[in-house]
């Protein structure tokens, strides 16, 4: 009987010790690892956009890069949203399979480009790998989430959510969402994340339409001052 009780017991240590390593893998070991990941893609960006300057395409500075197609797990932009903090900011990459998600925001395919008319979606984690939209649900009306790609910066402004539907409610990143209270065309934004906060039969929403645009050679937009 001892030499069950002893081993039940080791076997009990053992599997606790296994989901407390899990479990600190989780919550931080990703965190750490997507942190600096997110943290390549910006500065890869950056000197992306660095060596541009330095060797324009010929053309207006904006027309060679609107015409450039966003590239399946790549980075084209960076994201900033005052609410989270100055010092938050955020890769977005093209797409949103698991792979891209772990590196930073995923745009959709298929919807809209920054600036243009429609509806640009992007989605993001709200817990692990980095937790880029773990205060979501802080969102308010007016907030503003800026976007740049290196030579202009677009702020938009949010008009409704956070807003709970479930993830087959694929309407919310249509041209035109209309559950977001909009009924025409516009240039509008959609952010997207998972709820409860450590689960994903939910998701939450919200929708900004494009308050303004500045080139980057005019410093920070207003949102984006201290």
Not at 122 to 142: E, M, N, S, W, Y
Not at 211 to 220: F, I, L
């Amino acid at each position: 009987m001892r030499v069950i009780v002893r081993t039940v017991s080791e076997l009990c240590i053992t599997v606790g010790t296994v989901i407390v390593l899990f479990v600190v893998y989780v919550l931080f070991w990703t965190g750490v690892r997507a942190d600096s990941v997110m943290d390549e893609q910006i500065e890869r960006l950056r000197a992306q956009w660095q060596r541009e300057r330095a060797q324009p395409l010929p053309g207006s500075p904006l027309g060679p890069r609107k015409q450039r197609p966003y590239a399946a797990g790549r980075p084209f932009a960076i994201m900033y949203i005052p609410r989270f903090g100055f010092t938050w900011n955020k890769p977005v990459l093209e797409g949103t399979d698991p792979d891209t998600l772990r590196k930073g925001l995923g745009h959709y395919p298929h919807t809209a480009r920054l600036g243009e008319r429609g509806n640009v979606a992007v989605a993001g984690h709200r817990r692990t790998h980095g937790d880029p939209f773990k205060d979501f649900p802080r969102l308010r009306c007016g907030d503003a989430v800026v976007v740049t790609d290196g030579a202009t910066w677009f702020t938009y402004r949010i008009d409704k959510g956070p807003y709970k539907t479930v993830p087959t409610d694929i309407e919310v990143i249509d041209p035109v969402p209309r559950t977001s209270g909009y009924t025409r065309p516009g240039r509008y934004l959609t952010l997207t994340t998972c709820e409860p906060e450590w689960g994903h039969s939910h998701r939450l929403i919200v929708w900004a339409h494009l308050d303004s645009t500045q080139p980057v050679e005019t410093g920070k937009p207003e949102a984006l001052r201290r």
